[in-house]
């Protein structure tokens, strides 16, 4: 009956004795406002207090000895003009203001401590996957674990087969359970194995209760095993309820809406103790001036422990929120590179959380200390000392947040630790880069282990002479043997392969397939841009979007065929990308020499658009044995020496194919701006000239062991690894020598 007569009090309107508001006109309660002068029942909520307060810091002039600044006096101008059009508002203007300010407030505000008075509902959907294994005990009764050796033939007769389990509990390690009455053995039957996919939704409600100090926790701790008692001992109900058949829908296990009507009366009962005080305080004095009523013992009470509590949590709210900087700064220290920076982090770490427990202790302290003034104040009936503390609460809390000398330390130590880690983290950052450039310029150095060169001088007496090019027919197909990938698969001769060409006429679907994609047209874009952005003349991109790559791979392999793709689907998936489709293109009146192709792998070629001209020979036909003599050789040549090399050449238009082996040197060269789809096909008998070739590259820059070259070596290596012959039935090597051929004689004898 309370508690509905509560719920009922709480759904009524504000009585008009009731306790307004004077700045937004709106009922209010004793707890939640503070006295408008010396007329207790005249009151203003805390809400349009901080309204107000907020008002006179913005409006507040800045000392004569400082600086103020263009935005802050800006701001300040704004405020006067607020305040200034305030005064002019009549009471119900204002009354709207203040609401609008309060409104906004409390939608900005983070929110107050939680109790179990208070619920959250929720309704929530999961898709979880998870992998999970688990060791599987039973605990048998004396009739089971009989029943089962009896199965097992162990006993012959049901009495031998309970004296067996009656000396197997009677062990000293044997796993035993008393339930019901009865004595249980332990079992383990293996491990289960769960491979869990679920997906549901999920509604319910919540409670919670914010713990911010040891008398929280204790409270929580003595509630919520009352509450957990009470929780298993519903299960159980229920459980018995299942086993009739009785049970309807199971028992409320949180009683939120119980709980909150029971907050809710206590609330207005104390408020209506407080109300019946302080009207009775009222009608004892009527002689005071009107306007002018003494202050009530119980009402400034109340407003000090108010105080209080706002500002215990204000100091915990500041304490906290260095903390969480701290904690973030720690989970940063921990991902430094080196155990040096990271054991400088620590330390710096120690040096603040040392100073936690003195704050925490200087709170409690001061807690401890208000209330006990309280209390004495509050025997005693003195409203004025009352009235006095919580000025004097109010005073120590700007004292303490800005002059107490361990906060002041703790927020520095935090400020420098916070500067450390980020001048930390941008000097590893800076290293790194550094580092990354200087690996880059290695690489791409004349004098490192540069592949291809746009700037020889071969290039550029190349280009001198490029319009003569097509006149003499020099880029006529010339050393093209074959026809077919299988040529290029199965011929083993070093000296004497040369690129497989596919005529037009074979490639010319598969070319206008390939330009069809959008794909193309934007990745043609994206390959100029870059090729720009470099200053380059050749650039060759990866189709990065897998749908477009797989419809690429296709087209790819209807047209070499599935002997070029069955080899590197065998490869691990890390080194797929080596294999991905891409596109290229060359800017007009441009020649790129090439040392070798990409990795050591044959560098497949369709002309899409304009023309490309190729020539080359064997990388075994320059000075020297390893790729750095070869390389230094190569940059010296000129155009006429190079031209004495080459054995072979091919003019590719759009549909046109060329297979470049890997251990080849070649320039392309290109007359107007070109584009083409080029694709890694590796298979066969080519492997083990890709194995060779990577072997060198790996000997010519060891930095390259620890990236795809180095991986793809060691798996083409393994993939060509030739495993160990079986043994023979008959228990003989099967490494033995094969039986001797018959002569024509004992076959004629075999065979009359």
């Known amino acids: 009956m309370a508690a509905a007569a509560a719920k009922a009090a709480a759904a009524t309107p504000p009585a008009e004795n009731s306790l307004v508001c004077q700045k937004c006109l709106e009922p209010t309660l004793l707890k939640d406002s503070i006295a ?20 006179r810091r913005c409006v507040k002039k800045p ?10 006096k800006e701001r300040r101008n704004k405020a006067e003009a607020l305040k200034a059009s305030l005064s002019k508002m009549s009471p119900t203007e204002k009354a709207q203001w203040y609401c609008k300010q309060k409104e906004e407030r409390r939608r900005q505000e983070k929110g ?23 060791d599987k005990d039973i605990f048998e009764t004396c009739e089971d674990w009989c029943a089962r050796q009896l199965m097992l033939q162990k006993y012959s007769s049901l009495e031998q ?79 018995q309820a299942c086993l009739e058949n009785t049970l309807k829908a199971p028992t409320e296990l949180l009683n939120v809406q119980g709980d909150i009507e029971k907050f809710q009366q206590q609330e207005a009962e104390l408020e209506q103790a407080w109300m019946e005080q302080l009207e009775t305080e009222a009608k004892a004095k009527p002689s005071a001036p009107k306007g002018a009523m003494p202050k009530s013992a119980g009402v400034e009470a109340m407003g000090y422990q108010a105080a209080i509590s706002r500002t215990i949590q204000s100091m915990q709210d500041i304490l906290t929120r260095q903390q969480a900087l701290l904690l973030g700064a720690q989970e940063e220290t921990n991902l430094l590179d080196t155990q040096l920076l990271r054991n400088e982090g620590a330390a710096k770490q120690k040096e603040c959380e040392d100073l936690i427990p003195e704050l925490q202790v200087s709170i409690e302290d001061m807690e401890k200390k208000w209330s006990e003034d309280k209390k004495r104040h509050e025997a005693s009936g003195d409203a004025d000392k009352l009235h006095e503390g919580v000025a004097q609460v109010a005073k120590y809390f700007k004292e303490w947040s800005t002059k107490h000398d361990a906060l002041h330390r703790f927020k520095n130590l935090v400020k420098d630790f916070k500067a450390w880690l980020a001048k930390s983290k941008a000097a590893a950052k800076k290293t790194e880069k550094a580092n990354a450039q200087a690996k880059a310029a290695l690489q791409s150095s004349n004098v490192g282990h540069a592949s291809s060169w746009s700037d020889l001088a071969l290039c550029r007496q190349s280009l001198q002479d490029v319009t003569d090019l097509t006149a003499e027919n020099r880029f006529q197909d010339k050393g093209l043997a074959w026809n077919f990938a299988r040529d290029l698969v199965e011929k083993e001769d070093t000296q004497t392969i040369a690129p497989v060409v596919f005529s037009s006429a074979q490639g010319q679907p598969f070319a206008e397939e390939m330009k069809a994609h959008d794909y193309f047209r934007f990745q043609k874009l994206w390959v100029g841009e870059q090729m720009k952005r470099a200053n380059a003349c050749w650039l060759s991109g990866l189709v990065t979007k897998n749908t477009v790559a797989r419809k690429l791979l296709a087209t790819w392999s209807k047209l070499l065929g599935a002997e070029c793709e069955k080899f590197s689907s065998k490869l691990p998936a890390d080194l797929a990308e080596q294999f991905q489709p891409q596109f290229f293109q060359q800017k007009e009146k441009s020649c790129s020499v090439h040392l070798h192709a990409d990795f050591g792998l044959p560098d497949v070629r369709l002309c899409l658009e304009g023309n490309f001209f190729y020539m080359g020979f064997p990388l075994s036909k320059l000075q020297g044995t390893d790729l750095s003599t070869q390389r230094e050789d190569l940059t010296r040549q000129s155009w006429q020496s190079f031209q004495r090399l080459w054995t072979w050449s091919c003019k590719t238009g759009p549909g046109k194919v060329i297979a470049i082996p890997g251990d080849h040197v070649f320039c392309s060269f290109a007359l107007e701006e070109s584009h083409g789809a080029r694709i890694h096909a590796l298979c066969g008998n080519h492997v083990a000239r890709t194995i060779q070739m990577t072997q060198s590259l790996l000997k010519d820059n060891p930095l390259l062991s620890s990236m795809k070259t180095g991986r793809l070596s060691k798996a083409l290596e393994t993939s060509m690894a030739k495993p160990k012959k079986p043994l023979a039935a008959d228990g003989d090597s099967a490494n033995s020598a094969p039986p001797a051929k018959k002569t024509k004689t004992e076959k004629k004898k075999e065979n009359p």
């Open 36 to 55: 408008n002068g010396r007329n207790c029942l005249r009151r203003n909520c805390l809400d349009c207090v901080s309204t107000d307060k907020w008002l």
């Open 63 to 72: 000392k004569s000895t400082e600086t103020e600044s263009e935005a802050a």
């Open 112 to 134: 107050t401590k939680r109790t179990f008075s208070t619920g959250v509902g929720f309704v929530q959907e999961e898709l979880t996957t998870s992998l999970g294994t688990a």
């Open 161 to 239: 087969a309970e004296q067996a389990f009656r000396q197997e509990c009677s062990k000293p390690g044997a796993k035993t359970m008393q339930k019901r009455g009865q004595t249980l053995l332990g079992r383990f039957v293996g491990v289960e194995v769960d491979m869990t996919h679920r997906h549901g939704l999920t509604q319910g409600v919540r409670q919670r209760a914010d713990l911010h100090n040891q008398e929280d926790l204790e409270a929580f701790q003595a509630e919520s095993k009352g509450r957990m008692d009470k929780g298993q001992w519903r299960l159980e109900s229920d459980r």
